[in-house]
């Protein structure tokens, strides 16, 4: 199937992968340059510009020298004797990145764009440790990539057999088995109807980067503020608004869209030798492997859009080696129905996790919320408005605005807020208009935190936080008896049983 | 198979952590604690007196207001780390260790050996003049879920450690 390769002697990167260095390191110079070469370049006069065009073709000759010297001195092999992966590199400093076979989790075969162009792959290994323990070869042909792969993760197969399913190995070796193809109208629903925050978030700060930029570089000339204020004082204020929001909400959707197209089209699953193989993307080719038991927590999410539309986004939290790694260690599956969600809950949990006894918040913590971030805020504005500067009780009337909007957030944000605890597994539901439902399997606690406030003894009345691999999971106020008692329940379940957590 | 039982467990039988019996911390951490503040207060009024002198128009300030002010924040620092080190409280159990703390909420946290991924002695600089050690356990779960229990006696904290480390190896 795939040609043999001794992977035992240092292997240089293939040779086309020059280009991808080459291009690599122009990035890095480029990202580091360009606003300057820009800069000079719009406002430079004819002689300045032949010395751009000098530091331009520099730069160039740099990249391509440095990525030269990067493929010379890059070579990998697998010392057979230690049961070790080891990378060689660095030009000046020397490094060399010894990986120990049976501590790899992951290894990820990827294309991005000039990958792609010219055909070749890149490949990540991971491990459990820190940033500086893993290897990345960033160009090597697909038969050598997969060979390696398979090289890497086999011994791993060995180390771990008993874990796996003997069964499941045989039958299906390195076959796929291709079990969710995500099509393209359930990515588009999900671009419609998720990440509005977030999108917002991008937006505001990508203008206030471009603003800071521009006054940055030359106050007066570029950005007129005068012109710009007397623009916006020209038109009615709540026109603006309306416009604005316009706008925004444009922007949003066709960015959320495009986002999500790019990013996980011809998003697939398959079942490889008991671990889940996901590979999706339209520029950059992504693929990675899921396995159950470094799973700590699935979360589902799903707003009223996209109940209506049938369509739910999974996010799977893993072991996080580093706090820093947080978004790498989270794997997202966009736009998958209920039936999908329930397959692959299966797989991961190896069998479908029930909502068992409820646990409800006290009404304490809609009391409290309300008094945060409604009575609080308001009565600062009033006061601002009556002792300081009434002029800002012109806009009173925004405050039933905002007053409406934050007490319907809370409402069903405590709703919605809820614990269902069964024999292994614990689901944490909450949010109001995105509702996330959490899962972590018992067996995966690190640690638990109980945490009450002294003037909420009186009324038996605490939170709970469940410690993780892959992050914590709080619960706010509910019945200190009831968190008491199943702490304990939990701890036995923990302590009895000798099972490591991974 | 043919021993595997499957009872229903009483949730009301098992052993309860809020139960426990808690060891509150040794008498001498109060004074390393005591004597680290008086450090930190030390240096921040010298800097203040400092800065009195150097200020050209330092009459306006009113002497005795910064004073106070001093004095009150001294106080209530000193009344926040009272309540902290009151608070302050451990156990090992058989199979797993808790730890109290807080100052307006008490939360206790238990973290089963089992899930223990290291642990490690820490002294430090004024605790060693008391002969005290810190005892830091961690586990998988990052910086949250660690535990670090400050002010126990050198020899019971090496005794703790050798401990924690037999049952981890289990």
Known sequence: MVRETNFNLPQHQSKIGILVLFFDSLYKFGSAFLPIILFYFIKADFNDKLIVFVEILTILVVAVLIAYLKYRNFTFYIDENLDEFIIHEGIINKTKTSIQLDKIQQVNIHQNLIHRIIGIYAINVDTAGSDKKEGNIKAISHSLALALKFKLLDNEVKNEGIIIDKVV????????????????????????????????????????????????????????????????????????????????????????????LIKYFNYSIAKQKGSLLLSYGLINTESTILKPEKVQIVNISRNFFQKKLKVLEIKIK????????????????????????DEILKLIFKELPQKGTMLQPNFRKLVFAIFLTIVLPLSGFYIFGIYINSEILNYSHFTIVYTIFFLLIHYFGFKNYRLYVNDNHIIKQSGAWDIDKEIIEIEKIQALTTSQLFWHKSINIGSLTIHTAGGNLTFQLCKFDKIKEYVNLWLYKIEKSNSNWI | MENFTNETIDTKQLPRFEEVQLTSLHSNYWKVISFKNLIIFSILAIALVFLWIILEDSERFSVYLVFGIFLIIVNVSFVLNRISFKKKAYAFRNHDVIFRYGIIATNTMVVPYNRVQHVALHEGFISRFFGLATVEIFTAGGSSSDVEIPGIDKVEAENIKQLLMGKIQK
Do not use: W
Request: with cysteine.
């Open chain 1, 318 to 341: 893993q072991t996080l080696s580093d706090e820093k790694n947080q978004n790498k260690a989270q794997i997202e599956i966009p736009g998958c129905n209920d039936f999908e969600c």
């Open chain 1, 169 to 260: 190995e045989n039958k299906e070796d390195t076959s796929l088995n291709v079990f969710l193809k995500i099509n393209f109208l359930s990515l588009l629903k999900i671009g419609i109807t998720s990440n509005y925050v977030k999108s917002i978030g991008l937006i505001l700060t990508f203008f206030f980067t471009i603003i800071e930029n521009l006054k940055h570089f030359r106050k007066e000339d570029v950005f007129d503020e005068d012109k710009i204020e007397k623009m916006v004082n020209n038109i009615p204020i709540y026109y603006g608004i309306f416009f604005v929001i316009i706008v925004m909400i444009t922007i949003i959707f066709i960015i959320n869209i495009t986002r999500t």
